[in-house]
């Protein structure tokens, strides 16, 4: 199967090229030519896999032929080797906990089989040199993807995050690595961070110096296995033999590629009636969809730090798949909150129905209780668990937290982080300096 550029669909590439690469050459997202309809016997029988099975069946049709069968078994298998349960609070709302994986936000899913894929290609190519991934961060991304790829022989993980935007716990699951994974702190926004990465891979000179590919969810090779939990939520209210009703599925957004998955698994065959994107004051989705402009603007920081981007990255895809606004706001219903309203929402869910929510996780909880229709089954992706903000979370209810042993095992450690001012000439001159040196073999 090939892939083009949502810019121009004559540039077209291999499954290959599109994950090695990330972007094509004129800046466009890769998307796959078409996307193939899920024999209705599939959806019947999902409720009998197991997390695995599921993942490799979806990942084989979505792929087609394009990674041998025995391969994409074994990435797949190894990627989702952590539960994603779908929770009922007492409140009787549907929660699907996708933070259970390495560094506990949902992120892992896309990363590690990202990782594991790339490794497969790299291991095809002896004469490549080492590969370089860059990855911008808010917090969450940064540590999936250096987890997902540490100590992997012949790779390179830079994360670049913005200074004084990221906890320290946050921070740790990424800059106290160390081997093949290099921290920057950015003296910026994450807006910046994401700018240096794209200048990164329009700079001719850089890409024939390195081989440079992007771990953020630009890349194809994390929106494909996130399609996966939303077949697995549908399968386990299957299981359970409870009335699915018409399902809708709300998706904390920021650079919506967690969305994005969520329409190309419905053009799949996933039975969701629609999907509902909720921001933070961030809310550049939001604006468009009440008013069909599309336009970005400076970051603003939150207590929802995953959710702080100011120029969605994936908005491109989405228009590639419903096309025409008035069809996007026929699949996609959009909320915005701010801070005090995600504060409310914490303390009301704990305090009512016992059940902790991160703040990520809590706008989409919160706009659950208010979109939701009669006749409706609303699902909400949980994407992070609330001890990677524990400092904030035990001000917002004023209890302590113990942290899960994933978060743990970093939190004492020594960080190395190497301070750079914002500026392309800076970062390109790092990466040319430290490349060399870096990767593990």
């Given at each position: 199967?090939?892939?083009?550029s949502?810019?121009?669909?004559?540039?077209?590439?291999?499954?290959?090229?599109?994950?090695?690469?990330g972007?094509?050459?004129?800046?466009?997202?890769?998307?796959?030519?078409s996307l193939?309809?899920l024999?209705?016997?599939?959806?019947?029988?999902?409720?009998?896999?197991?997390?695995?099975e599921?993942?490799?069946?979806?990942?084989?049709?979505?792929?087609?032929?394009?990674?041998?069968?025995?391969v994409?078994?074994?990435?797949?298998?190894?990627a989702?080797?952590?539960?994603?349960?779908?929770v009922?609070?007492?409140?009787?709302?549907?929660?699907?906990?996708?933070?259970?994986?390495p560094?506990?936000?949902?992120?892992?899913?896309?990363?590690?089989?990202?990782?594991?894929?790339?490794?497969?290609?790299?291991?095809?190519?002896?004469?490549?040199?080492?590969?370089?991934?860059?990855?911008?961060?808010?917090?969450?991304?940064?540590?999936?993807?250096a987890n997902?790829?540490?100590?992997?022989?012949?790779?390179?993980?830079?994360?670049?995050?913005?200074?004084?935007?990221?906890?320290?716990?946050?921070?740790?699951?990424?800059?106290?690595?160390?081997?093949?994974?290099?921290?920057?702190?950015?003296?910026?926004?994450?807006?910046?961070c994401?700018?240096l990465?794209?200048?990164?891979?329009?700079?001719?000179?850089?890409?024939?110096?390195?081989?440079?590919?992007?771990?953020?969810?630009?890349?194809?090779?994390?929106?494909?296995?996130?399609?996966?939990?939303?077949?697995?939520?549908y399968?386990?209210?299957?299981?359970?033999?409870?009335?699915?009703?018409?399902?809708?599925?709300?998706?904390?957004?920021?650079?919506?590629?967690?969305?994005?998955?969520?329409?190309?698994?419905?053009?799949?065959?996933?039975?969701?009636?629609?999907?509902?994107?909720?921001?933070?004051?961030?809310?550049?989705?939001?604006?468009?969809?009440?008013?069909?402009?599309?336009?970005?603007?400076p970051?603003?920081?939150?207590i929802?730090?995953?959710?702080?981007?100011?120029?969605?990255?994936n908005?491109?895809?989405?228009e590639?798949l419903?096309?025409?606004?008035?069809?996007?706001?026929?699949?996609?219903?959009?909320?915005?909150?701010?801070?005090?309203?995600?504060?409310?929402?914490?303390?009301?869910?704990?305090h009512?129905?016992?059940?902790?929510?991160?703040?990520?996780?809590?706008?989409?909880y919160?706009?659950?209780?208010?979109?939701?229709?009669?006749?409706?089954?609303?699902?909400?992706?949980?994407?992070?668990?609330?001890?990677?903000?524990?400092?904030?979370?035990?001000?917002?209810?004023?209890?302590?937290?113990?942290?899960?042993?994933?978060?743990?095992?970093?939190?004492?450690?020594?960080?190395?982080?190497?301070k750079?001012?914002?500026?392309?000439t800076?970062?390109?001159?790092?990466?040319?300096?430290?490349?060399?040196?870096?990767?593990?073999?």
């Amino acid at each position: 199967m090939f892939y083009h550029s949502i810019n121009n669909h004559q540039h077209t590439a291999s499954l290959e090229k599109a994950v090695t690469t990330g972007l094509a050459p004129d800046g466009g997202l890769y998307m796959p030519d078409s996307l193939p309809r899920l024999p209705k016997a599939f959806l019947r029988n999902m409720s009998a896999m197991s997390l695995q099975e599921l993942a490799y069946a979806v990942a084989s049709f979505a792929l087609k032929d394009d990674v041998p069968a025995d391969v994409l078994h074994d990435i797949v298998f190894d990627a989702f080797n952590f539960d994603i349960p779908l929770v009922k609070t007492v409140g009787g709302h549907y929660v699907l906990e996708l933070f259970h994986g390495p560094t506990m936000a949902f992120k892992d899913v896309g990363t590690r089989f990202m990782a594991r894929l790339l490794n497969y290609y790299r291991t095809r190519h002896p004469e490549w040199s080492t590969l370089n991934v860059l990855v911008p961060t808010s917090g969450d991304t940064g540590s999936a993807v250096a987890n997902s790829f540490w100590r992997m022989p012949g790779v390179n993980v830079y994360v670049l995050y913005p200074r004084g935007a990221v906890n320290k716990i946050q921070k740790s699951q990424f800059a106290a690595l160390g081997g093949n994974v290099m921290a920057i702190e950015v003296n910026g926004s994450f807006d910046d961070c994401k700018q240096l990465v794209e200048d990164a891979f329009m700079d001719a000179e850089l890409n024939e110096a390195m081989r440079l590919t992007s771990a953020m969810s630009i890349n194809y090779a994390r929106i494909v296995p996130q399609m996966v939990y939303y077949f697995w939520a549908y399968a386990q209210l299957a299981s359970r033999h409870e009335d699915k009703g018409k399902l809708v599925f709300y998706v904390p957004c920021s650079n919506l590629g967690n969305l994005t998955s969520g329409l190309m698994a419905q053009a799949m065959g996933l039975p969701a009636r629609r999907f509902v994107s909720v921001e933070n004051q961030n809310n550049i989705f939001y604006n468009y969809v009440k008013t069909g402009v599309f336009t970005p603007k400076p970051t603003q920081y939150s207590i929802a730090p995953a959710l702080d981007a100011g120029c969605p990255n994936n908005f491109g895809r989405i228009e590639a798949l419903l096309g025409s606004h008035e069809n996007i706001c026929r699949h996609i219903h959009a909320y915005s909150y701010d801070d005090n309203q995600i504060i409310d929402t914490i303390r009301q869910t704990y305090h009512d129905e016992g059940y902790l929510l991160d703040p990520h996780t809590a706008v989409a909880y919160r706009a659950l209780g208010e979109d939701l229709q009669p006749g409706e089954t609303g699902i909400v992706l949980a994407t992070a668990h609330p001890a990677k903000l524990k400092t904030l979370m035990e001000r917002i209810i004023d209890e302590s937290l113990i942290l899960p042993a994933q978060l743990a095992r970093f939190a004492s450690s020594d960080l190395h982080v190497i301070k750079m001012p914002n500026g392309f000439t800076a970062f390109k001159r790092l990466l040319l300096e430290n490349a060399p040196h870096m990767a593990v073999v």
